[in-house]
Structure formats: structure tokens, C-alpha cells
């Protein structure tokens, strides 16, 4: 396969301007990172999946295995270019036309360091959605959101019954954590730890195993201690589930995967979805379905389409004068994990981020042998997941979680709205020395949030509240990860790697330096980021329950053949990154909807076992 160089080069990764760019994309050959895509449409197919991100690719794939169904896949995005299958490179492509460029809400218990108020919002604009711009991190959440998901009504996704398919989606090459039970080894998912052992990394270690804490597997039968984390990265390349599920597909009679196809309505009639209006080269085109529409959108875009359609709550729909087909909380109940940033000096002698990936050794070693820094995701070394209540984490319901991040101030600088003036106090002092990030993440919120229409035109962004701190238990849990940042980043085994809290001020907080708990509130007020694990916004469970929009079979309730298959049907949001979850739910999503397929082929089968 060919890459166009200029078009490789357009996005602003390290290597844009590399000579080694051309080697980095020969040595990376042997994968292919997107299906072909085609622009021949049907008039009509047995299902149409609206969105080819982490859940719908999966969707695509599983249902195209029936080979007496048509499936057409339709993405808003393009095909995504090669380089997003750097690891180091993911945070590149936010703000780019990969990206959607949401920005929330202005928010009333922070944001006073954020233009507007407002929190930016990545969301993958491409085959590969999400997945092809994340930090590739491999969570699944806590076993007990599974459970309280079956308590609450959405039987069949206790943990028990959903372990089967996160082990159905995985191929993990850690021998040592797949003798713990938990895992799969035949999987399209490819789960590794990242070929690259950082400075920050093993001084974490020592701190840990100094103070008894668990280092290991988080997926497993523990869920709290220090995560050796391992990313959906294969062989040292993105595996995102675009090359997982839909490249070993892409030349099925029966799959059609459409790029730059926008969908703005879905077609209801007499209380059925038969199929969908969307945008693409230039016309507007409908395509039937004779069988199910299934969103797979992600938790904003999904909302978005089925209010647009005339499904959601009345008022909402009444006031952009859309015709109400069904009554739902459809926006409802958003959920996201999001975090404060404390940050830390390292010694002089360690190389930044930014230099390490730059480093004629380090892309050599990767070109060569796909190790070393341009495996880290994002920066990212490791991860511990901590209860507020334990000094040692030894309980199985963690509140929160520790990203220990090699930090680089150009995000801070144009991804993350984060005002100029704010940015100059905190970060810039800092733009050529080497330090890192200590996220303090909320892992179980309380706040809910919504996604409601600006209007009725489908090009126009929904407006995302979230909704943050809106209950005061979640600034509680936050400013507590921040003492343990602050606990850790200060302790001896820290201090080796020259581990210093930044001298720099947050404005506005000057009055509290000196008294960490009022300090890091004042910091929590002013900057939070979105880790990009929206959930909730189609909430699945007892179909008799008014705060619901789906059923356990993922159907939109009164609507018959629509159903939603993606992150936006989680009744609660997982203890963890949503990108592993949200297939998991895609994968039993198509199980539901292939036991209503029947073809001669399965009968045949039938008919042999029952001779």
C-alpha cells in the first residue's frame, strides 16, 4: 500500500516534517489501518449501522459473518490518515478534521480557567471513530457497574454474563495476566503493555512496592492498585477497531462501509424505523432498511440523531418545532469521567517528552524493532486506581484514578481551551523542561449531566453539559486524588527522578497556597479536562421505567426496528475508559440481534446436529 506523503504530513505530529516519515510509514505496512471504503450505494439493505467508531465497526463485522444479510456501515469521517497508528502521535489529531471539535457548555462549578467556561470535547470523526485518535488505554471497568447495570434493570449484563465478551474481543499477550482466568487469546483486539519503560514509570513502581501496594493486572480479579497498563496496541501499532473488525471484512460481498456519509434523520413510519436520510458527495440520499437502523453514533452524535428524528423528551422536541413520534429521555443521564491536573518538574537530566519522540534513536528503534518511546500512548506511563477512604489500596471498588502522564505543554496550550493567561501562570515557565501530569480522575460520578439540540438543522453541534461538579460528593473524590498526586509526586522515591510540584499559581487561588485542600478546590474551579468517556445518553434497562430510552435488547422503546448499540446505552458509567466497554457492548448487542437472523445455511447446521 501507498501513502501520500503530503497528505501523511498535513496532520501536525512530531514527524511532519521528519525525513524518517517515509520509513516510519514503510515499517508500519504490514498492518492495515482502514478498510476500503466504497461509494456505490444500495437503495436498500436487511440493516443499516449509522456510525463506524469503536461500537459500530464491531456491529458492521459481527452481522456481516450472517452471509443472508445485507449491512451497510455509514461514517460522518473520513478514512483516517496512517499516522494515527503511532501511539505517541494520538494527541495530534484533536482540533483536526478527524476530530469533531465539540466544546461543552459553559460550566457553573468550574471552567474559570477555560475560555468560556467551556470544556473541549474530542470525539473521532473517522472509520475508527474514537479509537483512532484515544490513548488506546485497556479497561474494561469494575465488575460491580456490570452487576448494578443487572440490578437496575438491564438483565443480562452482570458481569458474569458480559465477561464472556470481553474475553471474545481480546487477544492478550501478557502470558502472566492471562493465567488469572479473566482474559481472552483469540480475540480481533490485540492487548499489550507498551513497548517503553520511562523514568516516571519504574520511580512510580518503586513508590508502590515501597508502601505494599498491588502492581499488576486491573481487568483481573483485583481492581484496585497500581495498572501496568496495557493499551489496544498491537505489535507496537494502533489496533483500533476499525483494523480489528472491519479490514478483515472489508471485502465482503454483503458489507457496504460508506466514508463522509452524513446521516441527519432517520426515516419513522407508522412507529418503525425504515431507514435513514444522510448527506454524501454532495446529495442527499435515502437509504432503506428491511430490517433494524442501528445507531451506533456515540453518546453525543446518538442523542443527537434521535431527537432530530422526533425521539426524545417532548419539551426539548416541541421547542425546535420537531414532531414528537416517542416521548424518552433521550440526553439524559449523561455521565463522563473527568480530571484536575497537577502537575510535576522531573530532573534536568531526563529528556522531555517532546525531545524523546523526536529522538533519531528512539524512531530508529521504532522503525526497526516497534519499541521504545513511540509505543507510549500519548505519554501516558501508568495508572493507579485508588479508594479516597484507604491509605493502601486493598478494596475492589476504586473512586478514583491516577494518570501518570510525560507531559508536554502544547496540549495545554491549543487542545484543552485553557485561557492564555491561565496558560502563561501555569505552564509556560515549564515549555522546554521535562515533567509530567498526575490526573486526578473521578471513576464514579454523582453528577448527571445532558445533550440537548441548538436547533433542528443537523449540521448544527448539540450543546453537551455535562454538568460537572454538580454534585459536591464528585469535587470531594477529585481533590482527594489530588492529595494522593501530591503524596506520591513529593515521596523519596519521586524525589530520585527530581519529582517537584510546579512553583507556578493558579490565578485567582493565590490566597490558598499553603492549604492543600482549599488550593486544589480553587484548582478544580478553574481547569478540568474531559477524558472522552461520555456515557449514558440512551440509557438501556427495565423497559417499564421512565428514565430509560432502551430495553436490555438495546431496542428503542415503542419504536420497533431501531435499536442503539454503543456507549450511550451504560446505565452507569464504568470504573474506567469506556473504549474496551463500548465494544464489549457491541459485541453482545450483535449476539441479540443475530438470534433473530435465520439463515439456510444455519438450518443446514441445525438439521446435521439434530441427525
Sequence with gaps: MDYNITFESSYPTPYASSSFLPLILLSMIGQKHTPDTTNHIKDAYDYIIVGGGSAGSVVASRLAEKHCVTVLLLEAGKSPPKVTDIPTAARSFIQSDIDWKYNTAPQKFTGAGLVNRSVAWPSGKAIGGSGVINAMLYLRGNQKNYDDWAHQGASGWSYAEVLRYFKKLETNVNEDFVKNGYHGVNGPITASNPEYDSELKAAVFNYARSRGIRIGDINGPQATGVYDLQTTIRNGQRCSAAKAYLVPKENSTNLDIVAGAFVKKIVIENRMAKGVVFDFEGETREVRAYKEVILSAGTTNTAQLLMLSGIGPR?????????????????????????????????????????KQVDESQIKNYIDYKKGVLTSPQGVNLLAFLNREEPIATGNYPDHQLYFWEGATEPAENQLNIKTEYFEAIFAPYKDKPFYFCLSQILHPKGRGEVTLRSADPYDPPVIDPKYFSHPDDLETIVEGMKKCKTIGESEEMKKVGSKIFTTVYPGC???????????????????????????????????????????????????????????????????????????VAEKGSDIIKEDIRCEADNDLHSFFIE
Design 315 to 355: 419539551a426539548e422536541l416541541k421547542k425546535h418545532n420537531i414532531p414528537v413520534i416517542a416521548d424518552l429521555p433521550v440526553g439524559k443521564n449523561l455521565q463522563d469521567h473527568w480530571a484536575t491536573i497537577v502537575s510535576f518538574e522531573l530532573a534536568p537530566n531526563i529528556k522531555p517528552l517532546t525531545e
Design 510 to 584: 493565590e490566597s490558598f497556597v499553603g492549604n492543600d485542600d482549599k488550593y486544589f478546590r480553587c484548582m478544580a474551579h478553574s481547569i478540568v479536562i474531559t477524558l472522552n468517556h461520555q456515557t449514558g445518553t440512551a440509557k438501556m434497562g427495565n423497559p417499564r421505567d421512565p428514565t430509560t430510552v432502551v430495553d436490555p435488547k438495546l431496542r428503542v422503546k415503542t419504536i420497533s426496528h431501531l435499536r442503539v448499540v454503543d456507549a450511550s446505552v451504560m446505565p452507569n458509567i464504568p470504573g474506567g475508559n469506556t473504549n474496551v466497554p463500548t465494544m464489549m
